[in-house]
């Protein structure tokens, strides 16, 4: 008894616990009969323990066993078939995802990791993944979310019952055909089997840039359009006109249609100037008769000097002189009348610049951009203007402030001077009378200092002397016997 399941991956192929587990396989058999399981998302991955479907509403908490949807919500759960045989030992076992001990209804699981034996007595095991393992592995791998479903959707297509051995309920009805797949309009991810590179199969980098380019153009001009600026999205600027820029400012239109008529018949030539000065923005527009005679100016006049300036010329990209195609909406666009499918921009954002048709569009924030930027630049300048002055007087007050110090200062001075002149003359001469007698008295320091030396000389004379005297004393008293001693004092005699 096998069930052929084959999802956006792959096949799997499950062989069931019949004899062991009756309710829970002929329940799950006759779900795949009636196409239950088709469409269903594997919503829970986690990877290297389960994966995890058989919910209508991809949602893990829905789902009805073919006995609820045949006698009732009242016989919706069935009791679990837990047989100690039957264990999460392999990968690949297949058991039911219950809400709880006997609640069991269409939500199944299929284990990516042997020996989880703690879910053994908590989950009735019918059946075992006998082939696409390998289907099973790629799932298991998938890239998932924070909340484990996969980033891209893999889903149940269709289910092929190869043995049932339980008969069919009475009252149960069998499609013919599997359901047709409608996606949820909130469901943003892809499918694990679109493919999401279709437009650019088979094309090389530069058509792909060039495709994504189209596109990115073709959003700006719709955007353009829908604020009005646009008359129409797929406008486009007119194949006879140039732009010059880089201009002398100077240079007035008659001299750049003179320069450029070499090069074919000019119908207009414009120089934009700006609306308040009236000086020239050194760029400007020119008009020929055909498309040939403008891509052969084009050719000639890039890069050439006009009255010293090297000037640019290219294509001209805009379209406010394209009148005739767009009827009057288009020409109240242009005179700054009414926008062309827009009802967003203010008239007098169309501000004319002196020249004959082409002028200034703004819109509102840009517009009171400008008028903020203009009172911020005035009030600055009136600040300015304030703070210098009150620098001015500050300088002011503190030289006149500096002068008067100066002068009272002099005065006290002078009068000080004229009231204690004799004062100061007497303690000059008090500092003098003392300056001389700190002089005589070094010199007397000098004289008893001389005196002194003379006086210890004496003193060392005499005791030198005395010395003397003392010791012939004693040489005469010890030694006067002896003849040695005879004839030193006869020696000393006769000295």
Same mark, same amino acid.
């Given at each position: 008894?096998?069930?052929?399941?084959?999802?956006?991956?792959?096949?799997?192929?499950?062989?069931?616990?019949?004899?062991?587990?009756?309710?829970?396989?002929?329940?799950?058999?006759?779900?795949?009969?009636?196409?239950?399981?088709?469409?269903?998302?594997?919503?829970?991955?986690?990877?290297?323990?389960?994966?995890?479907?058989?919910?209508?509403?991809?949602?893990?908490?829905?789902?009805?066993?073919?006995?609820?949807?045949?006698?009732?919500?009242?016989?919706?759960?069935?009791?679990?078939?837990?047989?100690?045989?039957?264990?999460?030992?392999?990968?690949?076992?297949?058991?039911?995802?219950?809400?709880?001990?006997?609640?069991?209804?269409?939500?199944?699981?299929?284990?990516?990791?042997?020996?989880?034996?703690?879910?053994?007595?908590?989950?009735?095991?019918?059946?075992?993944?006998?082939?696409?393992?390998?289907?099973?592995?790629?799932?298991?791998?998938?890239?998932?979310?924070?909340?484990?479903?996969?980033?891209?959707?893999?889903?149940?297509?269709?289910?092929?019952?190869?043995?049932?051995?339980?008969?069919?309920?009475?009252?149960?009805?069998?499609?013919?055909?599997?359901?047709?797949?409608?996606?949820?309009?909130?469901?943003?991810?892809?499918?694990?089997?679109?493919?999401?590179?279709?437009?650019?199969?088979?094309?090389?980098?530069?058509?792909?840039?060039?495709?994504?380019?189209?596109?990115?153009?073709?959003?700006?001009?719709?955007?353009?359009?829908?604020?009005?600026?646009?008359?129409?999205?797929?406008?486009?600027?007119?194949?006879?006109?140039?732009?010059?820029?880089?201009?002398?400012?100077?240079?007035?239109?008659?001299?750049?249609?003179?320069?450029?008529?070499?090069?074919?018949?000019?119908?207009?030539?414009?120089?934009?100037?700006?609306?308040?000065?009236?000086?020239?923005?050194?760029?400007?527009?020119?008009?020929?008769?055909?498309?040939?005679?403008?891509?052969?100016?084009?050719?000639?006049?890039?890069?050439?000097?006009?009255?010293?300036?090297?000037?640019?010329?290219?294509?001209?990209?805009?379209?406010?002189?394209?009148?005739?195609?767009?009827?009057?909406?288009?020409?109240?666009?242009?005179?700054?009348?009414?926008?062309?499918?827009?009802?967003?921009?203010?008239?007098?954002?169309?501000?004319?610049?002196?020249?004959?048709?082409?002028?200034?569009?703004?819109?509102?924030?840009?517009?009171?951009?400008?008028?903020?930027?203009?009172?911020?630049?005035?009030?600055?300048?009136?600040? +300015?203007? =304030? $703070? !210098?002055?009150?620098?001015?007087?500050? &300088?002011?007050?503190?030289?006149? *402030?500096?002068? %008067? /110090? #100066? @002068?009272?200062?002099?005065?006290?001075?002078?009068?000080?001077?004229?009231?204690?002149?004799?004062?100061?003359?007497? +303690?000059? =001469? $008090? !500092?003098?009378?003392?300056?001389?007698? &700190?002089?005589?008295?070094?010199? *007397?320091?000098? %004289? /008893? #200092? @001389?005196?002194?030396?003379?006086?210890?000389?004496?003193?060392?004379?005499?005791?030198?002397?005395?010395?003397?005297?003392?010791? =012939?004393? !004693?040489?005469?008293?010890?030694?006067?016997?002896?003849?040695?001693?005879?004839?030193?004092?006869?020696?000393?005699?006769?000295?």
């Amino acid at each position: 008894m096998s069930i052929l399941i084959e999802t956006t991956l792959g096949d799997i192929v499950i062989d069931l616990y019949t004899d062991e587990c009756p309710v829970t396989t002929k329940n799950f058999l006759k779900l795949c009969k009636i196409k239950y399981y088709n469409n269903c998302l594997f919503y829970n991955v986690q990877k290297d323990f389960l994966v995890e479907t058989g919910d209508p509403t991809n949602s893990g908490t829905g789902g009805e066993s073919i006995y609820g949807l045949l006698f009732g919500q009242e016989a919706n759960h069935f009791k679990d078939e837990i047989t100690p045989k039957l264990t999460h030992h392999n990968i690949g076992t297949v058991a039911m995802a219950n809400n709880g001990k006997n609640l069991n209804a269409s939500r199944f699981y299929i284990t990516t990791r042997s020996n989880i034996n703690y879910l053994n007595d908590k989950h009735t095991i019918f059946g075992q993944v006998t082939e696409g393992l390998d289907i099973l592995n790629e799932i298991n791998n998938c890239f998932v979310d924070e909340k484990e479903r996969p980033l891209k959707n893999i889903r149940i297509l269709h289910t092929i019952i190869l043995d049932d051995p339980f008969p069919d309920f009475p009252t149960m009805e069998i499609p013919d055909q599997s359901p047709k797949f409608k996606k949820d309009e909130n469901d943003t991810r892809f499918e694990a089997d679109e493919d999401i590179d279709q437009e650019t199969k088979g094309k090389s980098k530069e058509e792909i840039d060039e495709m994504m380019d189209e596109k990115s153009a073709r959003g700006r001009s719709e955007l353009l359009e829908m604020l009005g600026v646009l008359p129409q999205a797929n406008v486009k600027p007119p194949e006879n006109v140039l732009f010059v820029c880089k201009l002398n400012p100077d240079t007035e239109s008659e001299d750049l249609e003179l320069a450029f008529s070499k090069c074919g018949v000019v119908k207009s030539c414009e120089i934009i100037k700006d609306p308040v000065s009236g000086e020239s923005l050194c760029y400007g527009f020119i008009e020929y008769e055909s498309k040939e005679q403008c891509e052969n100016a084009y050719k000639k006049m890039e890069n050439t000097f006009i009255d010293e300036r090297r000037i640019h010329v290219d294509f001209c990209q805009s379209i406010a002189k394209i009148k005739h195609m767009y009827g009057n909406g288009a020409a109240n666009f242009l005179q700054g009348g009414k926008r062309v499918n827009s009802a967003m921009v203010h008239p007098n954002h169309h501000q004319p610049t002196g020249t004959k048709g082409y002028d200034f569009v703004f819109d509102d924030k840009e517009q009171d951009d400008r008028s903020k930027k203009k009172q911020k630049f005035d009030n600055r300048d009136n600040d +300015r203007r =304030d $703070n !210098d002055r009150r620098d001015n007087d500050r &300088r002011d007050d503190r030289r006149d *402030y500096d002068r %008067r /110090d #100066n @002068n009272d200062r002099r005065d006290n001075n002078d009068r000080r001077d004229n009231r204690d002149g004799g004062r100061y003359d007497n +303690r000059r =001469d $008090n !500092d003098d009378r003392r300056d001389n007698d &700190r002089d005589s008295g070094r010199r *007397y320091g000098d %004289r /008893d #200092n @001389n005196n002194r030396d003379r006086d210890n000389r004496e003193y060392r004379r005499y005791d030198d002397q005395d010395r003397n005297r003392n010791r =012939d004393r !004693d040489r005469n008293d010890h030694g006067s016997n002896s003849s040695s001693s005879r004839r030193y004092n006869d020696r000393d005699r006769d000295r």
